[in-house]
């Protein structure tokens, strides 16, 4: 079955790290590009980072960058994204996406997701 | 960066209704808009890309039109398994934005 899971969400505090995992299976993972996309409470779709599929080309939403780090192992068909200095503003809903094969920039398949809560 | 605007944020209709969902950019986005459903613990599903390309095993009753600033989601049909909510996106240029979603509930 073609499907994204994502992983390593839960409770942590302010300031505190975290990293979440999507693992892929059932297509070759390597060519495409992949993406980070979180729903907060109550609210929209917000898309948080993109890589490409050989991670040359790497992109952040402003509200993440110098804080959240994407990476990904073509070898393990996996994608990662490494928070630190987490904010209460960034409890949501974690969804890891893929890409078209020409980097159209939408998303074809969707994982669950994995929810992250910053809280004391 | 670019806004996406949807109307109405919620809507109440009947199986078999028509159904037309609208998404407004805060600027011209030519044809780089794509519609998802999304329903509550499951993964989202894109429906429409290029803002009329109906995606792959994506029900005929779905369609989607516009260009450059406003654009349309229309269900020809209401089915039950359509009761979800529906985000527009643009992938006109990063940040990629969605728009706020709307809730199709059951009347």
């Known amino acids: 079955e073609v499907q994204l899971v994502e992983s390593g969400g839960g409770l942590v505090k302010p300031g505190g790290s975290l990293r979440l995992s999507c693992a892929a299976s059932g297509f070759t993972f390597s060519p495409y590009s992949m993406n980070w996309v979180r729903q907060a409470p109550g609210k929209g779709l917000e898309w948080v980072s993109s890589?490409?599929?050989?991670?040359?080309?790497?992109y952040y939403a402003d509200s993440v960058k110098g804080r959240f780090t994407i990476s990904r192992d073509n070898a393990k068909n996996s994608l990662y994204l490494q928070m630190n200095s987490l904010r209460a503003e960034d409890t949501a809903v974690y969804y890891c996406?893929?890409?078209?094969?020409?980097?159209?920039?939408?998303?074809?398949?969707w994982g669950r997701g994995t929810l992250v809560i910053v809280s004391s | 960066d670019i806004q996406m605007t949807q109307s109405p944020s919620s809507l109440s209709a009947s199986v078999g209704d028509r159904v037309t969902i609208t998404c407004r950019a805060s600027?011209?986005?030519?044809?780089?808009l794509n519609w998802y459903q999304h329903k509550p613990g499951k993964a989202p599903k894109l429906l429409i890309y290029?803002?009329?390309s109906l995606q792959s095993g994506v029900p005929s009753r779905f369609s989607g039109r516009g260009s450059g600033t406003d654009f349309t989601l229309t269900i020809s049909s209401l089915q039950p398994e359509d009761f979800a909510t529906y985000f527009c996106q643009q992938s006109y240029s990063t940040p990629l934005t969605f728009g706020g979603g709307t809730t199709v509930e059951i009347k």
């Open positions: 996406a893929r890409d078209t094969k020409s980097v159209d920039w939408y998303f074809d398949l």
């Open positions: 600027q011209n986005i030519s044809s780089y």
């Open positions: 890589i490409s599929s050989s991670s040359s080309y790497i």
């Open positions: 290029a803002a009329s």
